[in-house]
């Protein structure tokens, strides 16, 4: 049964069953261009806890410190080391998991957090944002194309969230994944995320397209896998039973949680509402259920 | 059992059984620009014999006026009203199957050939090649943005093989199909083709990247569609059981003939081969098989 974070008690017990507090961001801290209420405060009470924070995201279009200087733009002061995002999971899945040796290169069909990531983990990428010639139409009788240049040191393909996908994009990542020797990692499966004002294809788009043409399934690294999981663990030995994953979705936040051992506390302040709550799967139910993050503060003061 | 053309009584007795071939073009008649062996004369003899001739192409780029024009680099005479591509047949299922009413637009997500066919059959299509702003990268704060004018007369949504596709067309295409009023329509399920010297990604990748996105599946309208067979039926009312699908491909081509009720001839001038027919279930196995087509007018004569 899901505990409701309704009275001091409950907020009380979770401060001090748990040592690491796990978040994810968007619905959580904040929404859109707005920070959610008593979340500045909620954070400040944890840090006086000296509790240990992270922040993990499938935001695959930065790097951890690019992502970083998101939570500057709200007031909030979080390190490059406390946020894990999939472009970092999917670095240290090849690094750390996979052990692809650095002297393979590894194509990149994403974006420049993604390259900041791999090449901070030893590879050297190609594709990616910095080969102009990608931007230019498929040409196969341009022996200079792309495509006709597949390079033979490279040990994987490394696929996200891409806002410059195009065909031939897609073509030359298809040429390298014809070969099976060569690793297919995939930053998350979001098949959307809410933009400004419109829901926009997310990297499972891109994903799913590659997949598509290739008939093969990429290694997915971001939340609900254990990809994400493995990268945490990696940088920092948490013990999961003292540990608590936050989040506003069932099928990233609260199921990362639940895959990997950990209490879960769902916020109704994203994506999730009482109504879906009510009806999902009692396995699959979390922890603690709250309104908002800013209740823990709230009931402790 | 599958019956080997390998003599002239099996050639004749297929002469004598059926009033209907209908071809697949690519790995049947040619493959890559070499015409392949007594094509032509086989043509030739089957309309000597007062043969109805049906070219069935999920070639979605094309208009079938345009596709005609590539048998006449073969030498072939072929007619506009003899071809039926996955473009024509799924402007054909718009009409005649979904009867979507012609004041109606459709937002295309696809080449020209499918936008002449879509146009040709009495709609107005919106996206498509003729719109230079989804060449640019989407911004949504520009309120000249396609993403920002969407069109409340768009009834329908095809989507196909996209040389132009890219992050900003599938962000448009998206926000038509999260309405579940719009019709959804697919030209093809093909992942790959072979290009010149490489596979390359088929409109199966622009099709499973919509459907990721809007978490909808789209009405498949080429082989093996019953799509095809009804855009058939619709323009010339063949009697099936004097018909026959001759292909190089099981999952096309002969499912579409088995789909559909028609006997089916499978010719090893292209994808399949002997090793293949043998490990096939015996009950999608073709009526019969030749190492090619023009194995008919060899045996004939």
């Known amino acids: 049964m899901t505990v409701k974070v309704s009275s001091k008690a409950v907020a009380q017990e979770i401060l001090d069953k748990y040592d690491n507090f796990l978040f994810d961001c968007d619905g959580v801290l904040w929404r859109e261009s ?3 209420p008593k979340v500045a ?3 400040k009470m944890l840090r006086k806890h000296n509790k240990n924070l992270i922040f993990v995201t499938n935001n695959a279009t930065k790097s951890r410190l690019q992502y970083s200087k998101k939570f500057e733009k709200f007031g909030l002061t979080v390190s490059e080391s406390e946020v894990f995002g999939s472009s ?3 670095a240290v899945y090849l690094r750390d998991i996979l052990k692809l040796p650095k002297d393979k290169k590894v194509w990149v069909e994403g974006a420049d957090g ?18 102009p010639a990608l931007d230019r139409p498929l040409n196969m009788e341009d022996k200079t194309d792309p495509i006709n240049n597949i390079d033979p040191e490279v040990g994987a393909v490394v696929v996200g969230l891409d806002p410059k996908i195009n065909y031939h ?32 294809p997310g990297a499972g788009m891109v994903v799913k397209a590659v997949e598509t043409c290739v008939n093969r399934e990429g290694i997915i690294c971001g939340k609900p896998s254990k990809g994400m999981m493995d990268a945490i663990i990696k940088s920092q030995n948490i013990d999961k039973s003292r540990s608590i994953m936050i989040g506003d979705r069932f099928d990233t936040d609260i199921l990362f949680g639940l895959n990997n051992g950990l209490s879960t506390l769902l916020v109704l302040s994203g994506i999730e509402t009482p109504e879906t709550l009510e009806a999902l799967d009692p396995k699959q139910k979390p922890t603690y259920y709250a309104n908002k993050l800013g209740d823990l503060y709230e009931y402790i003061h």
């Open 114 to 131: 993604l390259e900041i990531e791999l090449q901070d983990a030893g590879y050297q990428t190609l594709g990616g944002t910095h080969l």
């Open 34 to 36: 707005s920070l959610l």
């Open 88 to 90: 970092y999971a999917s």
């Open 41 to 43: 405060e909620t954070l």
């Open 169 to 200: 994009r897609i073509a030359v990542t298809m040429q390298y994944l014809l070969n099976p020797n060569i690793y297919f990692v995939a930053t998350n499966p979001d098949s959307t995320f809410p933009g400004k004002g419109a829901l926009l």
